[in-house]
């Protein structure tokens, strides 16, 4: 299983941007699906999940509020949509599919990874 996001780039501070991910094959609409990021020499952060059904989310207290996973199990994509972004948001942002149908937030309970997308925030 491949997974493609897409939707990064470079962005002002207070500016906003949707990632998508979609699964090379439809195997994640009874997992859950996960986003986290990683900024050069700092360890893979957990970013927002969310479950199998989109019915629960999971986040860090610091990004609630500014950004929002969502899916589409129709069109098999995951999104998120990241508002208000800070310099200290710039990192590549990996989706993953996770193991089962919960949103977790370890990188240990996800099974395939995305390549990432850069997101780059200037002050």
């Known amino acids: 299983v491949q997974l493609q996001a897409s939707g990064g780039g470079l962005v002002q501070a207070g500016g906003s941007l949707r990632l998508s991910c979609a699964p090379s094959?439809?195997?994640?609409?009874?997992?859950?699906m996960g986003w986290f990021r990683q900024a050069p020499g700092k360890e893979r952060e957990f970013v927002a999940g969310?479950?199998?059904?989109?019915?629960?989310?999971n986040s860090p207290d610091s990004m609630k509020g500014r950004f929002t996973i969502s899916r589409d199990n129709a069109k098999n994509t995951v999104y998120l949509q990241m508002n208000n972004l800070k310099p200290e948001d710039t990192a590549v942002y990996y989706c993953?599919?996770?193991?089962?149908?919960?949103?977790?937030?370890?990188?240990?309970?996800?099974?395939?990874w995305g390549q990432g997308t850069q997101v780059t925030v200037s002050s």
């Open positions: 993953a599919v996770g193991r089962s149908t919960y949103a977790s937030s370890r990188p240990a309970d996800y099974t395939y």
């Open positions: 094959r439809r195997t994640s609409s009874n997992n859950g």
């Open positions: 969310i479950n199998w059904s989109g019915s629960s989310t």
